[in-house]
């Protein structure tokens, strides 16, 4: 018979391909010896075997192969099931084969496979449950031993760099073996060109200064951005010029602060995990973070600044140069739509209204006027109501309302106060009396 091996590696920077054929290939000849000769061979490099064998480069060609009549092969053979299949993937592998004349032999059956024999099917079965916990275990091995490196030895354990940081010998590495054959650990270091525009960026953001202008001042002042700072590691990217995507990304990565982190963006694999973004992965959520128990490399930015500035928004200037301030943004729902209030200014009032729904994209369907009310109107309406609950100053009732996950419901000209969520409210007496008012 003529048989056509299949073959697979994972990885081409931790394994040899020369090595890894070698050995397939030994025990599919073994399998077949005295029966037949291999006359084709189709071996993937660096993909999983979770990957279907449509997606594999080779194990596709040789389904197309077996689908032609002049096929140079009359049957398939693999050096090892867990190389070839993951989990029930030898089902659909199979039938295809079958349907086209092929069979498919496999080491651990000692020849040919045939699902309708009681036996091969157990063999199968058994097969597949093997493949998926072994890669479930190995998952599971080296993601725990990843996480403890991280929180207890504040290990650098791979990749690029921050922005700000450089690699440097950080000594042998722990495993003996490993260190024997010359392997070390690296740590980050500050770099003495890119680490004070690092605290620059931080320094303008606590000042109250937007994310674009940032990004537009270092490009003005021609600083180079991380891609372009570093373009070996960063080839795939242009490297020309700041965004504020990229400015935004270093004010919110904690290792500016000391400490190592690792966990901070997922891959399909972590399916149950929440993923924000497109593509093959995304950031994860924080509460998923794994962070190392003591500080690992030199801050950037002390934790306090790093804090502060989570979540800010920088105020807009007005066409006069001055920043309008809406000390109740966020805090005042329509009574008509259940929408939230947009900051709004008329004849250099602050106030806040609503349109319902109503954007400059869509012709106007004939409903209500909008809605519209004064920002020191109800100011002065809050302190009438709120009497001894709160001070008198603007900036405290709306912290008040902030803090006990009050908002304004408006109904021009009739308002009042309602919760935001039952868990969020304050239960204190002040608070219940503005309920029942």
């Known amino acids: 018979m003529r048989f056509a091996f299949y073959g697979r590696m994972s990885t081409q920077e931790f394994q040899d391909q020369e090595t890894s054929l070698a050995w397939q290939l030994e025990v599919a000849e073994e399998t077949i010896a005295g029966r037949g000769v291999i006359v084709a061979e189709f071996f993937d490099e660096g993909c999983s075997r979770r990957w279907s064998w449509p997606k594999r480069r080779q194990a596709a060609a040789l389904l197309d192969e077996a689908r032609r009549p002049d096929r140079g092969f009359d049957a398939v053979v693999v050096g090892e099931y867990e190389r070839a299949f993951y989990g029930d993937q030898i089902r659909t592998v199979l039938a295809f084969l079958t349907e086209h004349g092929v069979d498919l032999w496999l080491p651990e059956a000692g020849g040919p496979v045939d699902l309708d024999d009681p036996t091969h099917q157990a063999l199968m079965l058994l097969l597949g449950s093997q493949s998926r916990q072994e890669v479930l275990r190995t998952r599971h091995r080296v993601l725990a031993a990843m996480r403890t490196q991280v929180c207890q030895q504040g290990r650098f354990l791979g990749g690029r760099p921050p922005y700000g940081y450089r690699l440097v010998d950080a000594g042998p590495h722990p495993n003996r073996v490993h260190a024997r054959w010359g392997r070390r650990l690296h740590r980050l270091e500050p770099d003495p060109v890119t680490a004070p525009w690092v605290r620059w960026i931080f320094q303008q953001r606590a000042a109250g200064r937007s994310v674009a202008g940032i990004a537009r001042e270092l490009n003005e002042r021609g600083v180079p951005c991380p891609s372009g700072a570093d373009r070996e590691r960063n080839s795939h990217r242009s490297g020309q010029a700041w965004i504020a995507r990229t400015v935004a990304g270093i004010l919110e990565n904690p290792?500016?602060?000391?400490?190592?982190?690792?966990?901070?963006?997922?891959?399909?694999?972590?399916?149950?995990?929440?993923?924000?973004?497109?593509?093959?992965?995304?950031?994860?959520?924080?509460?998923?973070?794994?962070?190392?128990?003591?500080?690992?490399h030199a801050a950037l930015v002390d934790e306090a600044t790093f804090r502060s500035i989570q979540g800010m928004r920088a105020a807009r200037k007005s066409k006069e140069g001055d920043t309008r301030?809406?000390?109740?943004?966020?805090?005042?729902?329509?009574?008509?739509?259940?929408?939230?209030?947009?900051?709004?200014?008329?004849?250099?009032?602050?106030?806040y209204r609503c349109r319902h729904g109503h954007t400059s994209a869509r012709t106007r369907e004939p409903v209500m006027k909008n809605t519209y009310v004064r920002e020191d109107h109800l100011l002065e309406a809050l302190r009438a109501r709120l009497g001894s609950g709160t001070s008198g100053d603007d900036t405290d009732l709306a912290n008040y309302l902030r803090t006990n996950g009050l908002v304004i419901v408006y109904s021009g000209p009739d308002w009042s106060l309602d919760e935001v969520s039952p868990t969020a409210v304050s239960t204190t007496p002040e608070v219940q009396s503005l309920r029942r008012s």
Do not use: F
């Not at 301030?325 to 106030?351: F, S």
């Open 325 to 351: 301030v809406y000390r109740l943004a966020g805090l005042i729902v329509c009574g008509v739509c259940d929408r939230r209030c947009d900051a709004h200014r008329v004849h250099n009032r602050p106030g």
């Open 255 to 296: 290792r500016y602060t000391g400490v190592q982190v690792w966990n901070r963006h997922g891959t399909l694999r972590n399916h149950g995990a929440a993923r924000r973004g497109g593509g093959a992965g995304g950031r994860m959520d924080q509460q998923d973070w794994v962070v190392s128990n003591a500080p690992a």
